[in-house]
Every structure is written in structure tokens, then in C-alpha cells.
């Protein structure tokens, strides 16, 4: 069953009133690209590179992505009407569930050949992604013009659909209030953080969110090998610095305001009034891209 959700994993606000919320969203696959036009996003995504073709093989047959609108054909990016017409496929004709779904075995059939024939999953798992989920990873302390575009009649309805969502989390979430010097780290509990110091917290968090490329956190793995996690991410050269972009403690202001002064600018990156944790890495300019 087609799934579209949004799950808040943690829910800041600085005490200048600034938001800053890591959400992980599911959605499907075909959708990923309308998501990664927002600049302000932080975030990490489940890779067709990184999981084995044997796992999305399972999924794609037992959790298909079957579109839960169907747009009739007319002028323009909008489709406001649907289509029910049957289709004809090979002399055969399906509804129009039926089809996607005679598309996904040919997939099957296609990407099972190739992984037989000795192809890696990066190449393998391409077949596939049309009838994949993909779950993602978001922080950020800008979600308007998202929500603005996407929670709208004109867009594309199962981004709509996720924007709603999103809309809804937001609702029924309270912010925790943190100060400077306290941090916003998803998947670290609150009684980690009272047990263990605030470096190795930060490093528990970092690992936990680059997990999401194969497998959200579901929990499991020690933490000596979270650590070590974080330490081959930001050691790698290049680094791999976008995990390290979820980890946040509000930045102190100089002076009154409006207008706001902070004291550091140049370690917000995407964020607003938060001091990003990639930010503060040596050699971070360099992963710019990661």
C-alpha cells in the first residue's frame, strides 16, 4: 500500500522563538526530486546504492507504490481530473492498477535479470525506483514555502499529500525550548543525553541520522560502533558531512533586537538562528557537496 507520512523525530525552538524540526518522511520514490528543490532542507535519504537489490526486490512486491491519483491527459503541468480507462497491454487490457502493477513485474523481471547477471545494486535498483518508497530525513528551521507551494490544489497531489501531512505533524507537535549550549539531536533520548557527555551525544546522532541510507534508526547498534560511525564519516576525505547538518544548539545574540546581531552567522548554514554542528567541523567548506 502506497504510503505517505510524516513522522516529527525531534521538535526544537530557541529561546528567540526560531523553530528548528527534524522530520523523517516517506513518500514515493517518483516524488524525490519535487522534495530536493528546497534549499533550506537539510537532509539524508534512503540510496538506491546502498540497499541490496534482494531487499527492494521484497519491498516492490509486498509495498508497491501505486499511485494514489490518476491524472487524465490535458494541456499544462495540472491534472485536476482523473482517469479510470483500462488499459491495453500486450493485447491484453488491465485497469489502471492493474497495468502499474504488470509494469512493476516487468521490473522485477528486468532487475532481477541484471543482479543475476552480476550487476551492482547502484545500477540494479534503478529499475526499480518507480515503484519504490523512499524514506528521507529533514531538518530545518524553514518549512513556509514549502508548505506554501506544496499544501496547494496546483501541486502535484502526492506531494500535496506529504505537505499535508507535514502540516498535520507540525500541529500536534510542542517544541521543546533549549538554550544555548543545548542541542537539537534526533534519535538521542533525553536520557542519553543526562548519561553521556555532549560530544559523544552529537556523535550518536550523527550516525543514527546517516543510517537512514539503508535503514531508518531503528534503535540497534552499540554505541562504540555509532562512534566509530561518526568518526569514519567526518574523517573520510572527502567528508561526508551532510549527517552532521541535523545537530543544532541556538546561537546568542549581541545586542537588542530587531534587527538580530548573532554572534555566529558564519556557523548557521541552511538554518536560521542555529548554530549547525557541520558548521563547526574542520574542513567542512570542503564537503560542500557531500
Request: hydrophobic share 40%.
Amino acid at each position: 500500500m502506497t504510503t505517505i507520512s510524516a513522522t516529527i523525530i525531534r521538535d526544537s525552538i530557541s529561546p528567540t522563538g526560531i523553530r528548528l524540526t527534524t522530520m523523517h518522511l516517506r513518500y514515493p520514490r517518483f516524488i524525490h526530486a519535487e522534495l530536493m528543490t528546497h534549499r533550506v532542507f537539510s537532509r539524508n535519504a534512503r540510496s538506491s546504492r546502498a540497499v541490496p537489490v534482494e531487499t527492494m526486490l521484497r519491498e516492490i512486491e509486498t509495498d508497491p507504490v501505486v499511485p494514489l491519483h490518476w491524472g487524465a491527459n490535458q494541456k499544462g503541468m495540472q491534472a485536476d481530473r482523473e482517469c479510470s480507462a483500462t488499459v491495453r497491454l500486450g493485447g491484453d487490457f488491465e485497469d489502471r492498477a492493474g497495468a502499474w502493477l504488470w509494469a512493476r513485474d516487468r521490473a522485477i523481471d528486468a532487475a532481477t535479470a541484471f543482479s543475476d547477471a552480476g550487476y551492482h545494486k547502484q545500477v540494479v535498483n534503478r529499475l526499480l525506483e518507480p515503484f519504490m518508497h523512499i524514506d528521507v530525513l529533514v531538518s530545518a528551521t524553514e518549512w513556509a514555502n514549502f508548505l506554501a507551494l506544496r499544501d496547494h490544489h496546483m501541486a502535484e497531489p502526492h506531494i500535496a499529500m506529504l505537505a499535508r501531512e507535514v502540516r498535520a505533524a507540525f500541529q500536534a507537535s510542542a517544541p521543546d525550548e533549549l538554550s544555548p549550549g543545548a542541542w537539537h539531536l534526533p534519535y538521542v533520548t533525553d536520557e542519553e543525553q543526562a548519561a553521556r557527555d555532549i560530544e559523544t551525544c552529537i556523535k550518536l546522532s550523527v550516525a543514527r541520522c546517516a543510517r537512514i541510507s539503508y535503514r531508518p534508526f531503528d534503535g540497534s547498534g552499540s554505541v562504540e560502533a555509532e562512534v566509530a560511525r561518526h568518526d569514519a564519516l567526518v574523517g573520510a576525505a572527502p567528508m561526508h558531512a551532510s549527517p552532521a547538518e541535523h545537530q543544532a544548539t541556538p546561537d546568542s545574540q549581541n545586542g537588542l533586537h530587531p534587527p538580530i546581531e548573532w554572534n555566529h552567522p558564519e556557523e548557521h548554514g541552511n538554518f536560521r538562528g542555529w548554530r549547525q554542528y557541520r558548521k563547526t567541523l574542520s574542513g567542512e567548506n570542503q564537503a560542500e557537496a557531500a
